[in-house]
Each structure stands twice: as C-alpha cells, then as structure tokens.
T-cell receptor, first 115, second 115 residues
Framework: AQSVAQPEDQVNVAEGNPLTVKCTYS??????LFWYVQYPNRGLQFLLK??????LVKGSYGFEAEFNKSQTSFHLKKPSALVSDSALYFC?????????????FGSGTRLSIRP | GAGVSQSPRYKVAKRGQDVALRCDPI?????LFWYQQALGQGPEFLTY????????KSGLPSDRFFAERPEGSVSTLKIQRTQQEDSAVYLC?????????????FGPGTRLTVL
C-alpha cells in the first residue's frame, strides 16, 4: 500500500534562513513524488515533482526537493525563507505501477516564517 | 489560461438535503479527480474520470455520493441526504492525460458545511 508521512505538523523558521519540510514515503515500485502548497481558502498549487533522473528537483518560488531512494525521502527545501512562504505544504506520492488515480497525500506541514 | 474552477465556493446545507458541486477542468484535460479534504488533513481521493468514463470510484465514502462527467468536460459531485460528517472542502483536479506522471492541477474547492 502507498503511504506518505510528514512527521512535522509545524515548522517555524526566521526569514532569510534555510527551510526544510520533511516527507517520507512507502510505495511499490518506483515512486512519483509531488509537493503542493495551500494558502488559506485556496486550492492546492503545484510546486514540483520527481519522476526520474536527477535527484535534486527545482520548482516554483525558489523551492527544491531532494529524492533519496535509500531513505525513501523527498524533503522540500529553500535556501532563504520569505514571510510569504508561510502556508500549508503537502507531499504526495503515486506508485509507477498504480492506477492513474491513486495519488496519496500526507497530512500536511504548516510552515511559519517569522520576520 | 484559465485554471480549474469550482462552484459554489461555499455551500451550507441542512442535514438531509441534497447538494451538487460543480467542477470545470482545464480545457482539454483528459483526467479529472475529486478529493475530500477534512479540516487539518490532506486531501483524500474520492473518484477519477478519464474523459466521460468513471474508472475509479473506490474512495466514495457511501452510496450517497455520486459523480458524473457526461461529456468528458464538466463534472458534478452529488451528495444525497447530507450528514454532518460530510462537512469538508471538496477539491477537484484535472490533468492533461491519463499518465501517472502527469501533474494534477487543483481548483479552489467548495467548502461544504452541513448543519
């Protein structure tokens, strides 16, 4: 069965510092991994995805994520946080051999950037 | 270009009423997905359409939930005899093809409150 874990409910970072939002996954076969961000009263906005190739994936708004197969992780990172990055972040996974519909989301991590 | 749109944005229903939630996917997108997002949780899969065919409805919580996409474009999620536990945000997403690698693009959601 597919699953995603976001071990931190909340991450607090000072503006200008690097940030990391953690994600680990479990899936049969090769994983397809996604990060989404959700602002209040808005839908989910796509940030980036890993399908194959380079383990470091670059996405929108200066975010990047590193795929680590041995640790089954896909942590989201940004070198220098902005107050506007404060939002709810979701990691999601789909197995390469699963049906097109089965994308599983984590429970979310609330990122708070203080000025 | 236009993204995924959903209507209404907010819906209040009395317990026992029927509701219908509409999703307009991105034009030309083959795949359409419905998710349910409870407060403080990640989205949970409800159902999936490829064009007009409903290929997966394994996430629908009960037979009170029904979805359709008769012309392979607009979709409607109907909930009959609403219950308080149906209160949630209902998200619609679409993707260009049926490939598992495709990105899903989300609408703003419909917040359903059942009194």
């Amino acid at each position: 069965a597919q699953s995603v874990a976001q071990p931190e409910d909340q991450v607090n970072v000072a503006e200008g510092n690097p940030l990391t939002v953690k994600c680990t996954y479990s899936v049969s076969g090769n994983p397809y991994l996604f990060w989404y961000v959700q602002y209040p009263n808005r839908g989910l906005q796509f940030l980036l995805k890993y399908i194959t190739g380079d383990n470091l994936v670059k996405g929108s708004y200066g975010f990047e994520a590193e795929f680590n197969k041995s640790q089954t992780s896909f942590h989201l990172k940004k070198p220098s946080a902005l107050v506007s990055d404060s939002a709810l972040y979701f990691c999601a996974v789909r197995g390469a051999y699963s049906s097109a519909s089965k994308i599983i989301f984590g429970s979310g991590t609330r990122l708070s950037i203080r000025p | 270009g236009a993204g995924v749109s959903q209507s209404p944005r907010y819906k209040v229903a009395k317990r026992g009423q029927d509701v219908a939630l509409r999703c307009d996917p991105i034009s030309g997108h083959v795949s359409l997905f419905w998710y349910q997002q409870a407060l403080g949780q990640g989205p949970e899969f409800l159902t999936y359409f490829q064009n007009e065919a409903q290929l997966d409805k394994s996430g629908l919580p009960s037979d009170r939930f029904f979805a359709e996409r008769p012309e392979g474009s607009v979709s409607t999620l109907k909930i009959q005899r609403t219950q308080q536990e149906d209160s949630a945000v209902y998200l619609c997403a679409s993707s260009l093809s049926a490939a598992s690698t495709d990105t899903q693009y989300f609408g703003p959601g419909t917040r359903l409150t059942v009194l």
